[in-house]
T-cell receptor
Framework: GAVVSQHPSWVICKSGTSVKIECRSL??????MFWYRQFPKQSLMLMAT?????????EQGVEKDKFLINHASLTLSTLTVTSAHPEDSSFYIC????????????FGEGSRLTVL | QQQVKQSPQSLIVQKGGISIINCAYE??????FPWYQQFPGKGPALLIA?????SEKKEGRFTISFNKSAKQFSLHIMDSQPGDSATYFC?????????FGKGTRLSVIA
């Protein structure tokens, strides 16, 4: 299957700092990428839909100024958690859609963020 | 309308047994139904998927059964192995992002 790479796989930061997470589609071009957040033992919660060359679409309740998403190329989307606080600690997972088919998504390995 | 209800929340199966996880949806516009497998600390991996024009799809030990009239679909894992122990998520979508079920934690014991 297609490969989606996420980096870093884990990061620890101090409260108030910003953290950037990268999501790359390695062997295909992804016009659309999705960012999810997952708390322990819970399901994936969609945060935002990222389209190459345009502004991301955020889900209700997700602060766009706190979670900055940039999709500058067909193979790279970034999520920046600004002014991170302990409650932002979570598992962040990106996914990329191959082609124009509505459904098939490939997920990255996830990034574990711990804010001290 | 956008919900996908998944059951059971957790499941314990003997090695060699059949694991069955069920999902139900409400939105009749959904036309893609994948199942994902997730191990701790890892991202979800696509296991198998089905579209509503077929009632069953089998890949190795994994089978999806789809009942369009009942708006239900299920995952069957035959000859379950300890290595199948993971969390399984059903999902559904049309032209919108995937909607996930809440997940089922499967434990296969020897």
């Amino acid at each position: 299957g297609a490969v989606v790479s996420q980096h870093p796989s884990w990061v620890i930061c101090k409260s108030g700092t910003s953290v950037k997470i990268e999501c790359r589609s390695l062997d295909f071009q992804a016009t659309t990428m999705f960012w999810y957040r997952q708390f322990p033992k819970q399901s994936l919660m969609l945060m935002a839909t990222s389209n190459e060359g345009s502004k991301a679409t955020y889900e209700q309740g997700v602060e766009k100024d706190k979670f900055l998403i940039n999709h500058a190329s067909l193979t790279l989307s970034t999520l920046t958690v600004t002014s991170a606080h302990p409650e932002d600690s979570s598992f962040y997972i990106c996914s990329a859609r191959m082609g124009n088919w509505a459904g098939e998504l490939f997920f990255g390995e996830g990034s574990r963020l711990t804010v001290l | 309308q956008q919900q996908v209800k998944q059951s059971p929340q957790s499941l314990i199966v003997q090695k060699g047994g059949i694991s069955i996880i069920n999902c139900a949806y409400e939105n009749t516009a959904f036309d893609y139904f994948p199942w994902y497998q997730q191990f701790p600390g890892k991202g979800p991996a696509l296991l198998i998927a089905i579209r509503p024009d077929v009632s069953e799809k089998k890949e190795g030990r994994f089978t999806i059964s789809f009942n369009k009239s009942a708006k239900q679909f299920s995952l069957h894992i035959m000859d379950s192995q300890p290595g199948d122990s993971a969390t399984y998520f059903c999902a559904a979508s049309s032209s919108t992002p995937l909607v996930f079920g809440k997940g089922t934690r499967l434990s296969v014991i020897a």
